[in-house]
């Protein structure tokens, strides 16, 4: 018997290495949970194209946006653990586990690392027509006008919902949140005159406040935004302990083989240290940040820790 139990132990083992030394064998696919055009979107582009390239397989980009990120992250962990198919994710993949109930996946559990991919800053932005200058002058109107002054993002239980509901809390003021369908639609919106306040990824604000369709008020990150160089940062705003910066990398269901796992972090790492790829991602308001799959994990259990904290100060539930 327990020679048996050996052989079959060996058997599995050697078919995960010969599996993980085929793979892949053909086209892979990164499930995107927002719409085309934002920053998501953009940055799986730049990383699949690349990534395919060492691979030997195409990589397939597919959108999946809709209920702040959910679908698309309940579609992947149901997905085969053969490595083919892979999710970007953004904090929201933690922060939902604390604001949303009946979820179908569970973070920590039910997927497992490839890497980080980048990080960005994200800025508060206006429609020109509102009478602000500063994020000063956007909290005195606020309090002026309670719950009346709506607020864009991508998604219910993304960072920039939370960045909007910690800019109330830590300034006692009640704006409207107004949920698009993903990254970069609600700065259209706001340069549209739809809604006066637009939270996003600088990636997607830069390009319009350039033509002076926004009007750009803080970066929430620790340091300015090279697109934004006039654009002051939440400490120079003076509200140090808000400061927060978005981040994304690449997950893939939990039972998928180690051996994969490091062949797929190894092409996303070559990728996100190519010259030639670092570029095009600042150039969009990124900075790659390469690194081992336990360094995503771990990162991913700090902002777990952080976001629950978040959720109970701001008394955020989105069901």
């Known amino acids: 018997m327990h020679a048996r139990l050996v052989a079959l132990l ?38 699949g194209e690349n990534m395919s390239k060492g691979l030997g397989q195409p990589v397939i980009i597919e959108n999946k946006p809709g209920a702040g990120a959910v679908i698309a992250y309940e579609y992947v962990a149901k997905a085969p653990a053969d490595g083919y198919t892979l999710l970007v994710v953004f904090p929201s993949f933690v922060i939902n586990a604390f604001v949303r109930s009946g979820l179908q996946y569970q973070p920590l559990r039910d997927f497992k690392a490839v890497g980080q991919t980048i ?7 206006v429609h020109p027509s509102l ?25 219910a239980g993304t960072t920039h919902h939370f960045v909007g509901e910690m800019l109330g809390v830590a300034a006692n003021v009640k704006f409207n949140h107004v949920p698009y369908p993903g990254g970069g639609l609600q700065v259209t919106a706001t340069a549209g005159g739809h809604v006066p306040i637009a939270i996003a990824n600088v990636t997607e604000i830069a390009p319009f406040v350039k033509i002076a369709k926004v009007r750009a008020l803080v970066v929430t990150a620790d340091e300015r935004a090279e697109s934004l160089p006039d654009v002051p940062t939440y400490r120079e ?7 927060i910066t978005n981040w994304a990398g690449l997950m893939v269901p939990a039972a998928t083989p180690p051996a994969i796992i490091a062949r797929l972090n190894a092409e996303l790492v070559n990728s996100l240290r190519s010259a030639a790829i670092q570029e095009k991602l600042k150039v969009q308001g990124m900075f790659t940040t390469p690194g081992a ?5 771990a990162l991913l259990k700090t902002e777990s820790l952080r976001y629950a904290k978040a959720v109970k100060d701001a008394g955020i539930k989105l069901d």
Do not use: H, N, W
């Open 10 to 47: 060996c058997g599995i083992a050697f078919t995960g290495a010969a599996s993980a030394q085929t793979f892949p064998v053909k086209p892979l696919r990164i499930v995107v949970p927002f719409a085309p055009g934002g920053a998501a979107d953009i940055m799986a582009r730049v990383l």
């Open 119 to 125: 990080s960005l800053p994200m800025a508060i932005a």
């Open 131 to 155: 009478p602000v200058k500063s994020l000063k002058d956007l909290i005195a109107l606020a309090r002026s006008r309670p719950g009346e002054l709506g607020y864009g993002t991508p998604g």
């Open 237 to 243: 705003a003076g509200f140090p302990q808000l400061s």
């Open 293 to 297: 799959p336990e360094q995503f994990d």
